[in-house]
């Protein structure tokens, strides 16, 4: 099983520790991950922002340095859905429907391809969940609240099997926190205002820890509990569930 | 009651600003949301239900002439008359020809908002009739001079002590009085001379059914109903899209309207026109008003599949926070910014862009739109049509280049983890970047991941 | 002209066929649906009240009712009756009409033109009587469909509860155009 890492590039740049917990993750479940040196960024920052025809390259260095793998693993539902559903290249379209199809977030992969049902690991705090949109609702990461579905959240699933973790309730369990890609800048006080609306719902509920799928949606609502001094600490589900406190 | 041009995102700081407004109106909206959650739970065929809606949607689309024509000849034998109109003005025309042919000044209206999108009031008033608002809400904004700023719950963003002081001013309710019960009574009193003077009543439709040529009209108020009833002419106006092959089509539909609106199980009133009453007209004014360009685009053509529920509009958390007036067009929200730019791409190039693409509207709708994919799609059509700015059209441009090339991308990376790391305050302070106005910016490592990585690598490799 | 305008253009733009769906496969609700149907009623702000014959129809809605005299009863009596009501229907402060079919999953009556007496009563009136024979009782909208004719009379309408609004902050009043109250006599 040739397993790649794909590390988004903000995570790259500014969260390594992310990238390396998931690493470590990994490899402590037995999986063999390689990291393509060229990667870069999946796309999603010009597209979103409605440039899509300037992703053309960019995506053609993603199918460069992605294809020939049996699975390609990222810690973000964001950047993962991104590729699953606009990831294409004029010059070697087969590869890139290949990575479209092969593609995991890192919860998903662990769930549905690994199996994993026991995790050694060990984390002490009352944790909110922050269910990232394009992982809940996009890769289907969980069941939306919007769907007349049976519940299920594979990220919870995974934080349950961490020994001393306090899951804690939400009001709005997978209500979007504004990060949005350039939507946090270019309506940044409606962005604020859905993220301060999250903080607030995890100080009523009493989080201590505030992790997720999406380093992005946390960067954001990091730098508003940093700003407000606030006592929560932030982290990627990666490092809880690879238990390195 | 037109908008003054006012891009989302200042009109959405405006109200953001109001801190306790804004969280009263998301509060207020997610109330509703809530609402429909806790009913539609209680659907066990729910999802079904959705494909089941879409499904017939999908199929009325791509037969549209064939129903509307039998819609049409139905309706004609029913004895009512069919005018069709191109677009607003024509609309607008044909209301006010059939109100001049019998002389009628005073009109009551129920909700409608092809006839919001249309500008039908203004229009009306110019030629010296009176139109009433007859919906509770609809007739709020309509004293306050506004438009409304939800399609189900005009006067959302308005407060009960607001009401009180508009209806103390037009209708004569004490001074300070704020109870919505009151309030209710004394429109109810108010606008019950309104219906017992009409000379014609407008309505607009909620499903025209092909199959019969009979239209339905759903109000909790029942303000429509009192309206057609009373009135010697009964004139109702429906977008192209409006039309159902079947009668047992209704059957799909009312049970995921009022649910998605409201959290109802159905509205208090689902009424079933036919035919005119003895001695009464009754009218049915066909419209298209760009909806025909819509369906010949592919990627948007199925937002004509929208019942008009709203749901997308309670569940939005940009909506909730930012109001319905700052989307500048008669359908706020996510479905009205897929909707809007199919008639002005210039006017209304901003609003694909109010939205983080969350995805709850699409996952939200009873007829499956998938709102959210098309609001992204529109973001490419605009950018392609030349309606993005030519700074950010830069900026994306540069960053395409950077992100192409593994080397430009190491070398930005690593100087802008420099450059933040020298001059935080550049990013931080002031009002220049619009994420560190609120926010802070992360602690800046030393090292990237692949630097990391890459270490480690030759290391192993060493040892 | 605009009419061949329109549908050119949608013949035009419209997609390739798409076949319809296979009408829609509902779940079954049980045989006994009166309880489901009070209980959605009552959650609509309706009152009802089971009757075993319809000789209480005349009481009940007296004693419902006791403070009012203006009442046009066309249940009991036969319409010519109430001639001189109708003529002021404004004025009407309870009528009591017959539904003709029953929904247990929200609480809605059909009514056709005929079963209103006049189009505008059942929304004028001040309070609504509305009787229901129990054996006239569907588990869903399908199944109303299945069964009433859309086609036989002029006008119908599904009356779920009293006239209400929430239109002032969300909170709900009842008694907004329509009628204040209703009241469904359910027989059997």
């Known amino acids: 099983m040739r397993v790649a890492l794909f590390v988004p590039c903000y995570v790259d740049q500014f969260y390594p520790k992310v990238a390396i917990a998931t690493l470590h993750l990994l490899t402590r479940l037995g999986v063999e991950v390689e990291f393509p040196a060229g990667q870069t960024c999946c796309g999603q920052p010009m597209a979103n922002g409605g440039f899509e025809d300037y992703t053309k390259r960019c995506n053609r260095n993603f199918v460069q340095q992605f294809q020939g793998y049996d699975y390609i693993v990222s810690p973000s539902g964001s950047c993962v859905l991104h590729v699953k559903d606009h990831l294409h290249d004029d010059t070697n379209e087969t590869a890139a429907t290949t990575i479209r199809q092969r593609v995991y977030e890192l919860c998903e992969f662990l769930t549905d391809v690994l199996k994993v049902d026991n995790l050694d690991a060990r984390f002490k705090g009352k944790v909110a969940l922050h269910q990232g949109c394009h992982g809940q609702r996009g890769l289907q990461l969980g069941s939306p609240s919007e769907r007349m579905l049976p519940f299920f959240s594979k990220p919870l699933q995974l934080l349950q099997m961490v020994q001393g973790v306090e899951i804690v309730p939400l009001n709005r369990g997978d209500e979007c926190c504004g990060f949005g890609g350039t939507f946090c800048v270019t309506e940044e006080a409606v962005s604020v205002a859905m993220g301060n609306s999250k903080l607030n719902d995890y100080r009523q509920n009493g989080a201590e820890v505030l992790t997720g799928t999406d380093m992005s949606c946390l960067m954001h609502q990091e730098g508003l509990i940093k700003r407000q001094q606030l006592p929560i600490r932030v982290m990627h589900i990666a490092e809880i569930l690879a238990g390195t406190t | ?463 | 002209m605009s009419r061949q305008q329109i549908l050119d253009a949608i013949r035009k733009n419209k997609p390739e066929l798409v076949a319809a769906p296979v009408p829609f496969q509902y779940l079954s609700m049980g045989e006994d649906l009166a309880p489901a149907f009070v209980a959605a009623l009552e959650k609509v702000g309706g009152v009802v009240v089971i009757l075993k014959e319809r000789s209480d129809i005349a009481a009940t809605v007296q004693e419902h009712y006791q403070e009012m005299t203006r009442i046009a009863d066309f249940v009991n009596h036969p319409r010519n009756s109430n001639q001189a009501l109708l003529h002021d229907a404004a004025s009407i402060e309870v009528a009591v009409l017959e539904g003709q079919l029953g929904v247990a999953e929200n609480g809605a009556i059909w009514m056709q033109e005929s079963d209103c007496i006049s189009r505008a009563l059942p929304f004028i009136t001040q309070h609504l009587v509305l009787v229901l024979d129990k054996k006239k009782l569907v588990a869903s909208m399908h199944g109303a469909y299945a069964q009433i004719d859309t086609t036989k009379e002029g006008f119908g309408v599904f009356i779920a509860g009293p006239s209400k609004t929430a239109d002032i902050e969300q909170s709900l009043v009842i008694g907004a155009h329509g009628a204040k109250s209703l009241l469904v006599l359910l027989i059997g």
């Open chain 2, 1 to 463: 009651m037109s908008f003054t041009h006012h891009s989302h995102p200042d009109a959405a700081k405006d109200f953001v600003q109001n801190t306790e407004r804004m969280k009263w109106h998301d509060e207020a909206l997610w109330f509703v949301r809530a609402k429909r959650d806790r009913i539609a739970h209680t659907v066990p065929d729910w999802e079904e239900l959705r494909n089941q809606a879409s499904a017939i949607k999908q199929h009325t689309l791509s037969n549209l002439d064939v129903y509307l024509q039998q819609f049409e000849e139905q309706a004609i034998a029913h004895g009512v008359q069919v005018h069709w109109a191109a677009d607003a003005r024509e609309h607008n025309e044909i209301v006010l020809k059939l109100l001049n042919q019998v002389g009628a000044k005073k009109i009551v209206k129920s909700k409608s908002m092809l006839t919001e999108e249309c500008h039908l009031n203004p229009w009306l008033e110019q030629h010296g009739i009176e139109v009433v608002d007859t919906d509770l809400g609809e007739r709020i904004v309509q004293l306050r001079k506004e438009p409304p700023s939800h399609i189900v719950l005009p006067a959302i963003h308005i407060k009960k002590e607001e009401v009180g002081e508009l209806f103390h001013e037009f209708l004569g309710t004490e001074e300070g009085a704020s109870d919505p019960q009151y309030l209710t009574n004394a429109a109810r009193e108010h606008l019950r001379q309104k219906f017992l003077a009409a000379d014609a009543a407008i309505t607009g439709v909620n499903f025209a059914i092909a199959e019969t040529g009979g239209f339905v009209v759903c109000t909790n108020e029942g303000n429509a109903d009192l309206g057609a009833h009373l009135a010697k002419m009964h004139i109702a106006c429906m977008g192209i899209e409006k039309v159902i092959p079947k009668t047992a089509d209704l059957g799909v539909f009312l049970r995921l309207l009022a649910r998605s609106a409201t959290g109802q199980a159905i509205t208090t009133y689902s009424s079933h026109f036919l035919k005119p009453a003895q001695g009464t007209e009754m009218h049915i004014v066909i419209v298209d008003n760009g909806r025909t360009t819509q369906l010949g685009r592919e990627a948007f053509r199925n937002s004509l599949k929208c019942i008009r529920c709203g749901a997308c509009m309670n569940t939005c958390p940009v909506y909730r926070r930012s109001g319905g007036h700052s989307y500048h067009n008669a359908v706020a929200g996510p479905i009205g910014a897929i909707l809007a730019p199919n008639i002005d791409m210039k006017e209304y190039a901003d609003l694909p862009f109010a939205s983080t693409l969350c995805g709850s509207c699409s996952d939200v709708c009873p007829v499956k739109i998938d709102i959210h994919n098309q609001l992204y799609q529109w973001r490419q059509e605009l950018t392609r049509e030349g309606y993005a700015p030519a700074g950010k059209k830069m900026a994306m441009k540069m960053m395409g280049n950077v992100l192409a090339s593994p080397k430009k991308y190491s070398f930005s990376g690593k100087l802008a983890r420099k450059l933040l790391k020298w001059f935080p305050k550049l990013s931080v302070n002031g009002r220049l970047n619009p994420w560190g106005r609120q926010r802070d910016l992360p602690d800046v490592p030393e090292q990237s991941f692949r630097e990391w990585y890459q270490q480690q690598s030759s290391q192993k490799q060493s040892r």
